[in-house]
Protein backbone atom coordinates (compact mmCIF):
# COMPACT_ATOMS: atom_id res chain seq x y z
CA UNK A 1 0.00 0.00 0.00
CA UNK A 2 1.38 3.80 -0.58
CA UNK A 3 -0.27 6.42 1.02
CA UNK A 4 0.36 10.12 0.57
CA UNK A 5 -0.36 12.35 4.16
CA UNK A 6 -1.28 15.78 3.15
CA UNK A 7 2.07 16.08 0.26
CA UNK A 8 2.63 19.64 -0.28
CA UNK A 9 5.21 21.36 -2.59
CA UNK A 10 6.19 25.33 -3.09
CA UNK A 11 8.57 26.65 -5.20
CA UNK A 12 9.69 30.60 -4.27
CA UNK A 13 7.20 33.08 -6.16
CA UNK A 14 4.91 30.44 -7.70
CA UNK A 15 1.37 29.14 -6.95
CA UNK A 16 1.88 25.51 -4.65
CA UNK A 17 2.65 23.32 -7.28
CA UNK A 18 0.84 20.15 -4.95
CA UNK A 19 -1.87 21.33 -2.94
CA UNK A 20 -1.99 19.22 0.49
CA UNK A 21 -2.12 15.89 -1.75
CA UNK A 22 -3.82 12.91 0.03
CA UNK A 23 -4.52 9.25 -1.31
CA UNK A 24 -3.96 5.94 -0.96
CA UNK A 25 -4.15 2.66 -3.22
CA UNK A 26 -4.42 -1.27 -1.89
CA UNK A 27 -2.20 -4.13 -3.02
CA UNK A 28 -3.76 -5.19 -6.60
CA UNK A 29 -5.66 -1.54 -7.28
CA UNK A 30 -5.14 0.80 -9.98
CA UNK A 31 -5.07 4.38 -8.84
CA UNK A 32 -5.62 7.06 -11.60
CA UNK A 33 -3.53 10.62 -10.84
CA UNK A 34 -5.24 12.75 -13.68
CA UNK A 35 -4.66 16.25 -14.92
CA UNK A 36 -3.78 18.27 -17.73
CA UNK A 37 0.56 19.58 -18.06
CA UNK A 38 0.98 21.28 -14.80
CA UNK A 39 -1.37 19.79 -12.83
CA UNK A 40 1.55 18.62 -10.57
CA UNK A 41 1.49 15.06 -11.55
CA UNK A 42 5.18 14.84 -12.64
CA UNK A 43 6.26 17.07 -8.94
CA UNK A 44 4.21 14.34 -6.81
CA UNK A 45 5.80 11.19 -8.45
CA UNK A 46 9.43 13.37 -7.96
CA UNK A 47 8.39 13.77 -4.11
CA UNK A 48 7.24 9.98 -4.13
CA UNK A 49 10.51 9.10 -5.37
CA UNK A 50 12.48 11.05 -2.92
CA UNK A 51 13.94 13.41 -6.18
CA UNK A 52 12.41 16.45 -4.67
CA UNK A 53 11.85 17.13 -0.91
CA UNK A 54 8.05 18.19 0.13
CA UNK A 55 8.08 21.40 1.57
CA UNK A 56 5.28 19.46 4.26
CA UNK A 57 3.45 16.24 4.22
CA UNK A 58 4.49 12.62 3.18
CA UNK A 59 4.46 9.54 1.26
CA UNK A 60 4.55 6.39 3.01
CA UNK A 61 4.97 2.85 1.36
CA UNK A 62 4.87 -0.12 4.18
CA UNK A 63 5.63 2.12 6.49
CA UNK A 64 8.80 3.76 5.30
CA UNK A 65 8.56 7.21 4.67
CA UNK A 66 10.40 9.78 2.09
CA UNK A 67 10.88 12.43 4.31
CA UNK A 68 12.89 9.99 6.93
CA UNK A 69 14.21 7.38 4.58
CA UNK A 70 14.67 8.34 1.15
CA UNK A 71 17.08 5.76 -0.40
CA UNK A 72 15.04 2.63 1.32
CA UNK A 73 11.52 4.28 0.15
CA UNK A 74 13.04 3.95 -3.85
CA UNK A 75 13.19 0.24 -3.22
CA UNK A 76 9.93 -0.02 -2.33
CA UNK A 77 8.98 1.65 -5.60
CA UNK A 78 9.54 0.45 -9.22
CA UNK A 79 9.10 3.11 -11.98
CA UNK A 80 7.98 2.90 -15.75
CA UNK A 81 8.34 6.16 -17.59
CA UNK A 82 8.25 6.53 -21.15
CA UNK A 83 11.38 8.78 -20.89
CA UNK A 84 13.26 6.04 -19.96
CA UNK A 85 16.09 4.64 -22.18
CA UNK A 86 17.83 1.28 -22.03
CA UNK A 87 21.78 0.54 -22.16
CA UNK A 88 21.75 -0.13 -25.79
CA UNK A 89 25.10 -2.32 -25.46
CA UNK A 90 24.02 -4.68 -22.73
CA UNK A 91 21.57 -7.47 -23.29
CA UNK A 92 18.48 -7.90 -22.17
CA UNK A 93 19.57 -10.33 -18.95
CA UNK A 94 22.39 -7.98 -18.15
CA UNK A 95 20.58 -4.98 -18.37
CA UNK A 96 18.14 -6.39 -15.63
CA UNK A 97 21.20 -8.25 -13.54
CA UNK A 98 22.28 -4.47 -13.83
CA UNK A 99 19.63 -2.99 -12.03
CA UNK A 100 18.78 -6.32 -9.56
CA UNK A 101 22.67 -5.42 -8.54
CA UNK A 102 22.13 -1.60 -8.48
CA UNK A 103 19.22 -2.18 -6.02
CA UNK A 104 21.39 -4.19 -3.45
CA UNK A 105 20.00 -7.56 -4.41
CA UNK A 106 21.88 -11.00 -4.29
CA UNK A 107 22.71 -12.98 -7.01
CA UNK A 108 20.40 -16.00 -6.66
CA UNK A 109 17.52 -13.53 -6.23
CA UNK A 110 18.72 -11.64 -9.02
CA UNK A 111 18.51 -15.36 -11.52
CA UNK A 112 15.07 -16.03 -9.77
CA UNK A 113 14.01 -12.36 -10.48
CA UNK A 114 14.90 -12.97 -14.34
CA UNK A 115 13.12 -16.13 -14.35
CA UNK A 116 10.24 -14.80 -13.06
CA UNK A 117 10.06 -12.37 -15.74
CA UNK A 118 10.76 -13.76 -18.43
CA UNK A 119 7.99 -15.90 -18.02
CA UNK A 120 5.55 -12.83 -17.15
CA UNK A 121 6.97 -10.48 -20.06
CA UNK A 122 7.78 -12.80 -22.65
CA UNK A 123 11.62 -11.80 -22.67
CA UNK A 124 12.91 -15.54 -23.85
CA UNK A 125 13.03 -15.11 -27.37
CA UNK A 126 15.63 -11.94 -26.85
CA UNK A 127 16.77 -12.63 -23.40
CA UNK A 128 20.04 -12.83 -24.57
CA UNK A 129 20.42 -9.94 -27.55
CA UNK A 130 21.47 -6.51 -26.99
CA UNK A 131 18.86 -3.97 -25.97
CA UNK A 132 20.17 -2.08 -29.80
CA UNK A 133 19.05 -4.97 -31.83
CA UNK A 134 15.49 -5.20 -30.16
CA UNK A 135 11.96 -3.72 -31.86
CA UNK A 136 10.05 -1.39 -30.38
CA UNK A 137 7.74 -3.95 -28.93
CA UNK A 138 10.29 -6.07 -27.32
CA UNK A 139 12.45 -2.54 -26.03
CA UNK A 140 9.04 -1.79 -23.91
CA UNK A 141 8.64 -5.15 -22.50
CA UNK A 142 12.13 -4.96 -20.93
CA UNK A 143 11.28 -1.25 -19.61
CA UNK A 144 8.86 -2.49 -18.18
CA UNK A 145 10.41 -5.73 -16.67
CA UNK A 146 13.52 -3.33 -15.03
CA UNK A 147 10.75 -2.12 -12.90
CA UNK A 148 9.93 -4.92 -11.44
CA UNK A 149 13.38 -6.78 -10.58
CA UNK A 150 13.37 -5.89 -7.12
CA UNK A 151 9.69 -6.97 -6.74
CA UNK A 152 8.78 -3.64 -5.22
CA UNK A 153 4.97 -3.52 -3.54
CA UNK A 154 4.29 -0.12 -5.48
CA UNK A 155 4.87 0.67 -9.25
CA UNK A 156 4.60 4.48 -10.34
CA UNK A 157 3.69 4.90 -14.54
CA UNK A 158 3.98 8.14 -15.53
CA UNK A 159 3.02 8.50 -18.83
CA UNK A 160 3.35 4.89 -19.80
CA UNK A 161 1.88 5.27 -23.23
CA UNK A 162 3.08 8.00 -24.29
CA UNK A 163 4.53 7.71 -27.83
CA UNK A 164 2.91 4.04 -28.43
CA UNK A 165 0.75 2.87 -31.17
CA UNK A 166 -2.29 0.70 -30.44
CA UNK A 167 -0.08 -2.50 -30.21
CA UNK A 168 2.28 -0.89 -28.10
CA UNK A 169 -0.74 0.67 -25.66
CA UNK A 170 -2.16 -2.63 -25.75
CA UNK A 171 1.11 -3.81 -24.06
CA UNK A 172 0.69 -1.61 -21.30
CA UNK A 173 -2.62 -2.48 -20.81
CA UNK A 174 -1.55 -6.36 -20.56
CA UNK A 175 1.27 -5.43 -17.74
CA UNK A 176 -1.21 -3.59 -15.71
CA UNK A 177 -3.31 -6.57 -15.62
CA UNK A 178 -0.13 -8.45 -14.72
CA UNK A 179 0.54 -6.33 -12.08
CA UNK A 180 -3.16 -6.60 -10.57
CA UNK A 181 -2.58 -10.49 -10.48
CA UNK A 182 0.88 -9.94 -8.84
CA UNK A 183 -0.90 -7.90 -5.43
CA UNK A 184 0.67 -4.52 -6.74
CA UNK A 185 0.07 -1.22 -5.80
CA UNK A 186 0.04 0.90 -8.86
CA UNK A 187 -0.55 4.46 -9.52
CA UNK A 188 -0.71 5.94 -13.00
CA UNK A 189 0.18 9.37 -14.32
CA UNK A 190 -1.75 10.52 -17.61
CA UNK A 191 -3.57 13.08 -19.31
CA UNK A 192 -4.51 10.09 -21.73
CA UNK A 193 -8.31 10.60 -20.17
CA UNK A 194 -9.76 7.94 -22.34
CA UNK A 195 -6.95 5.50 -21.68
CA UNK A 196 -6.95 5.93 -17.68
CA UNK A 197 -10.85 5.03 -18.08
CA UNK A 198 -9.61 1.26 -19.06
CA UNK A 199 -6.68 0.83 -16.69
CA UNK A 200 -7.91 2.36 -13.45
CA UNK A 201 -9.78 1.24 -10.72
CA UNK A 202 -10.35 4.54 -8.95
CA UNK A 203 -9.24 8.15 -10.06
CA UNK A 204 -7.89 11.55 -8.61
CA UNK A 205 -8.50 14.24 -10.55
CA UNK A 206 -5.68 16.80 -9.69
CA UNK A 207 -5.71 20.56 -11.00
CA UNK A 208 -3.56 23.10 -10.39
CA UNK A 209 -1.93 20.83 -7.63
CA UNK A 210 -5.31 19.79 -5.66
CA UNK A 211 -7.20 16.73 -5.87
CA UNK A 212 -10.46 18.09 -7.12
CA UNK A 213 -11.92 14.77 -7.22
CA UNK A 214 -11.66 11.48 -6.08
CA UNK A 215 -13.50 8.36 -7.04
CA UNK A 216 -14.53 5.14 -9.20
CA UNK A 217 -15.61 6.31 -12.13
CA UNK A 218 -19.32 5.98 -11.33
CA UNK A 219 -19.12 7.54 -8.35
CA UNK A 220 -17.68 10.72 -10.25
CA UNK A 221 -19.61 10.08 -12.61
CA UNK A 222 -23.12 10.89 -9.82
CA UNK A 223 -21.03 13.49 -8.09
CA UNK A 224 -20.11 15.46 -11.22
CA UNK A 225 -23.11 14.65 -13.31
CA UNK A 226 -20.97 13.89 -16.45
CA UNK A 227 -20.41 10.95 -18.14
CA UNK A 228 -16.79 10.72 -18.67
CA UNK A 229 -13.70 12.27 -17.60
CA UNK A 230 -12.61 14.40 -20.10
CA UNK A 231 -15.96 16.00 -19.73
CA UNK A 232 -15.40 16.25 -16.28
CA UNK A 233 -11.88 17.95 -16.42
CA UNK A 234 -14.01 20.81 -19.36
CA UNK A 235 -16.31 21.29 -16.29
CA UNK A 236 -13.23 21.99 -13.90
CA UNK A 237 -11.58 24.31 -16.43
CA UNK A 238 -14.87 26.01 -17.06
CA UNK A 239 -15.61 26.53 -13.02
CA UNK A 240 -11.85 28.10 -13.07
CA UNK A 241 -12.45 30.53 -15.88
CA UNK A 242 -15.66 31.55 -14.24
CA UNK A 243 -13.88 32.26 -11.22
CA UNK A 244 -11.18 34.19 -12.45
CA UNK A 245 -13.57 36.64 -14.56
CA UNK A 246 -15.94 37.51 -11.21
CA UNK A 247 -12.28 37.72 -9.20
CA UNK A 248 -11.04 40.04 -12.02
Known sequence: M????????????????????SFRVSPGEVYGLLGPNGAGKTT?????????????????????????????MKRQLGLVSASAGLYQWLSVR??????????????????????KLTRIMGLGEFLDQRCSTLSTGQQQRTNLARALIHD?????????????????SQVVFEYVDQLRQLGKAIVVCTHQLDEAERL????????????????TLVSLQHETGKRS??????????EDQIQEQVAS
Open 44 to 72: TLRMILGLLTPTSGDAVVNGCRVSEEPLR
Open 94 to 115: ELLEYFGHGYGLPREEIERGIE
Open 229 to 238: LVEMFLAILS
Open 152 to 168: PPVVLLDEPTRGLDVIG
Open 200 to 215: CDRFGLLHHGRLRYEG
Open 2 to 21: IVLDQLTKSFPGKPLAVDRL
